[in-house]
């Protein structure tokens, strides 16, 4: 069996990727991605007018331990709504005090959200 030379095989996968990227679909690929936004916010985001979501996502605070306390995030829902993107958070603090002893608090936490939004 022959082998092909490095030449003749650059040139066959030249033509593969050719035929799978046609013009038209690097055209669509190029719309498609040329109307997309990202869109942030706190704890919900909406697209703009003529957008419609197709993804998002959120980011919190790295939870952070000290010898007297404890900061931890929790995310417990982040789902898509009809114009956005909608996440819940919370947070517990967790204190050790001398006088005081152990005390906790869980509050409502406004989370970092994303929402990809395509027009």
């Known amino acids: ?57 959120y980011s919190v605070p790295q939870d952070s331990y000290t010898d007297t306390s404890v900061t931890q995030y929790f995310v417990t829902a982040s789902y898509p709504t009809s114009k956005g993107w909608r996440v819940a958070a919370t947070r517990t603090r967790i204190t050790l005090d001398e006088k005081d002893g152990i005390t906790d608090s869980t509050t409502a936490y406004a989370a970092k959200v994303y929402a990809i939004c395509v027009g």
């Open 1 to 57: 069996m022959k082998r092909l030379g490095k030449v003749t095989a650059v040139a066959v996968a030249g033509l593969a990727a050719g035929a799978v990227l046609s013009p038209t679909a690097v055209e669509a690929a190029t719309k498609y991605f040329s109307t997309t936004q990202v869109v942030k916010g706190n704890g919900v985001v909406n697209c703009p007018a003529g957008y419609a979501v197709t993804g998002g996502g």
